[in-house]
């Protein structure tokens, strides 16, 4: 075994010529088309503040900037993210191929359950709009087949090729010949290293959503909010960002923290919104009547909505958790 914990035969050492194809061309190639999804990215934060600011003139209210606070976050951290791998994809580092590898796979997961979101839910938006209900009966079919064309693109079809690009043997062989490791993403296994990432990240939103949403939790049932709920948003953070580093150490312990508090998360909301309108939750996070009203309308925050929309995530989630099981052993 190395120091990183994963087996070895020695150092690592350039394959003879012929052995595999140079793949740093495209590397280069990859490395400048995420750089530029960065700043696409970063774009996306800067419409997320706008968004709300053009929200509030059309409803004629005050502009509630904290509203955009996680948004503007996610997409920056996103944003920093696609060019430290952008870059480190055009030097061929290993460190990049695992990155721009957790992120890819990161974004088609999440990419397909928004499409299978978005097959459920849209119908149901588009039948609720008053423009379509003239509309000719093949109408709402076609939108919705472009609209899941187009998502399936950008959150499917990219982030696919991205996986096999950066998981071929070539590119792995590329950068494992002209950047000798290990490195640091090399101390545990992909799999684990991905949780610890967004367990980091979760932190960090968690830490900032808790103002922005002015401390509303789904708790069992009941909604905390206040002083009492940023303190939970903000116990949770520090537990995940413990984690996190626990995960990349191979704690067993902190996989057993994350996986509890998870599910606990998930069977705390699932209880909440079978009990509570999800509308009451953002009333109480200071959404105007105009927006609840719209919300409303939309029909797409029902209690049953919610409901599966809850159990469709936190089952695959918590799925994953027991599979990354298997790599944490009891130290002899």
């Not at 990215?41 to 600011?53: E, I, M, P, T, Y």
């Not at 923290?257 to 909301?269: D, H």
């Not at 939309?298 to 799925?319: A, K």
Request: charged share 10%; aromatic share 14%.
């Amino acid at each position: 075994m190395n120091p990183y914990g994963s087996p070895s035969t020695g150092p690592a050492t350039a394959p003879p010529p012929g052995e595999f194809r140079d793949r740093r061309g495209a590397l280069t190639v990859f490395g400048v088309l995420e750089i530029l999804m960065g700043g696409l990215c970063l774009l996306l934060a800067v419409a997320s503040v706008a968004g709300q600011a053009i929200s509030a003139q059309v409803l004629e209210q005050e502009v509630n900037y904290l509203q955009a606070i996680p948004s503007v976050i996610f997409y920056g951290l996103l944003a920093a993210a696609m060019g430290f791998v952008g870059f480190g994809s055009i030097g061929a580092k290993r460190w990049a191929r695992s990155l721009a590898l957790i992120l890819a796979w990161s974004w088609l997961v999440t990419g397909a359950l928004s499409l299978v979101s978005m097959a459920y839910l849209v119908p149901r938006v588009l039948g609720s709009m008053p423009q379509m209900q003239g509309a000719p009966g093949g109408a709402q079919s076609v939108l919705l087949v472009i609209m899941l064309a187009i998502t399936g693109f950008f959150f499917v079809l990219v982030p696919g090729v991205l996986v096999l690009f950066y998981r071929s043997e070539n590119v792995k062989a590329t950068v494992e010949a002209f950047d000798r490791g290990p490195d640091w993403t090399e101390a545990c296994p992909l799999p684990v290293l991905t949780l610890s990432i967004w367990m980091l990240v979760s932190a960090v939103l968690l830490f900032a959503t808790a103002v922005a949403v002015k401390g509303v939790f789904p708790f069992f049932g009941v909604l905390v909010s206040g002083a009492p709920g940023v303190l939970v948003y903000w116990a949770l953070a520090a537990l995940f960002a413990y984690s996190a580093w626990g995960l990349y150490r191979m704690s067993i312990p902190s996989w057993w923290i994350v996986f509890v508090t998870s599910a606990l998360f998930g069977v705390s909301s699932l209880v909440t919104f079978l009990r509570v309108d999800p509308l009451a939750m953002y009333e109480r996070m200071g959404y105007s009547e105009q927006q609840i009203d719209a919300m409303r309308q939309l029909g797409t925050l029902s209690g049953p909505e919610v409901t599966w929309l809850t159990v469709g995530f936190f089952v695959p989630y918590l799925v994953y958790l027991v599979y990354l099981r298997k790599y944490f052993r009891p130290t002899d």
